[in-house]
């Protein structure tokens, strides 16, 4: 890691690093006032190369970096046969120019837990996009959760969010991404600005969707996010086919989770073809998303894989 890095990091109110919430609409407003002013100049471009293996009945991380991107110590609170990681980007959030590179490989056998300590934050935009760019793939009979916390798009942001994943058969990913747009309880709507969204596993499932504010049919329709402004997907997908019976499980797991669910109504598991089953959620804020997320992830790692519902450590902190 450079000086570069480490001087605007330090730079930073204490409050907005890491894992740190907002607490007021005056401070949200300072920081991102902040962001912009003393960082409009300066783009970095990070990467993270990961990958793991199964090595005598133990998943092993290996990493290389470059900027502010790396991983924590590995952690295994449920057995050595499923390896817990928390990636974290020490500036916590990207102006534009920023580009992030996140490439994970599972190797055979290996399971992989990936989250972060906190939001990943798409500030206001100088003119250029800020990119944040992750690629997985899994080798045959390998596993992978990609558990991400959510993304905040800040008003005036000009952000892209691209993930890729690429499975051998045998192969299966649980996943998700939500989105949040703007900051309404402290009064900074997402009154401007843009981002792109894409989902895609090449060949079989793409999702590419870009939310303009300026695009207020979206925005308020019925037909759209219907004035909502936290949006989330999850994924089971497969680097073959499931068998029919497993893909009734794994939907009919997740409508019964979503069913008991206070967000039943704007939430749905469907399954666009045979390699993936997706939910798809709406809600006013982040909190109750990922509440009923957790709680697919914990039903579809049981009737799936047969694995208890572990959290990672960090989302009690």
Request: net charge neutral.
């Given at each position: ?249 794994a939907l009919d797991a997740a409508r019964a989770v979503i069913g008991a669910h206070a967000l039943t109504t704007n939430a749905g598991a469907t399954s666009p073809n045979g390699r993936v089953v997706a939910v798809r959620v709406l ?35």
């Amino acid at each position: 890691m450079t000086a570069g890095w480490a001087e605007r990091y330090k730079a930073q109110p204490v409050g907005h690093r890491v894992g740190v919430k907002l607490a007021s609409s005056a401070y949200a407003h300072w920081v991102s006032s902040y962001y912009y002013h003393s960082f409009a100049t300066m783009s970095w471009h990070a990467r993270l190369q990961l990958h793991y293996a199964l090595e005598n009945a133990r998943t092993v991380a290996r990493f290389e970096h470059s900027g502010p991107l790396r991983i924590l110590q590995s952690l295994y609170p449920e057995g050595h046969a499923v390896c817990h990681n928390v990636l974290v980007h020490p500036p916590g959030g990207l102006v534009g120019g920023d580009t992030l590179e996140i490439a994970v490989t599972v190797g055979p056998g290996a399971h992989a837990l990936i989250t972060t300590p906190g939001a990943t934050r798409f500030y206001r935009s100088n003119g250029e996009r800020a990119l944040q760019r992750s690629h997985l793939a899994l080798a045959e009979g390998a596993r992978m959760e990609w558990l991400p916390l959510e993304a905040l798009c800040y008003n005036g942001c000009d952000a892209e969010n691209h993930l890729t994943l690429e499975l051998a058969p045998g192969a299966e990913c649980l996943g998700w991404d939500v989105t949040a747009l703007g900051l309404p309880h402290a009064d900074q709507p997402f009154a401007a600005g843009r981002f792109m969204q894409h989902i895609e596993m090449p060949g079989a499932w793409l999702e590419r969707g870009a939310i303009d504010a300026a695009d207020q049919r979206l925005l308020q329709s019925p037909l759209g996010l219907a004035g909502r402004r936290c949006l989330g997907s999850m994924f089971l997908v497969a680097g073959a086919a499931f068998e029919r019976a497993r893909r009734d499980d794994a939907l009919d797991a997740a409508r019964a989770v979503i069913g008991a669910h206070a967000l039943t109504t704007n939430a749905g598991a469907t399954s666009p073809n045979g390699r993936v089953v997706a939910v798809r959620v709406l809600a006013e804020q982040v909190e109750p998303v990922m509440a009923l997320l957790k709680a697919v992830r914990v039903a579809w790692r049981e009737a799936m894989w047969g694995l208890k519902g572990e959290a990672p450590r960090v989302w009690a902190m």
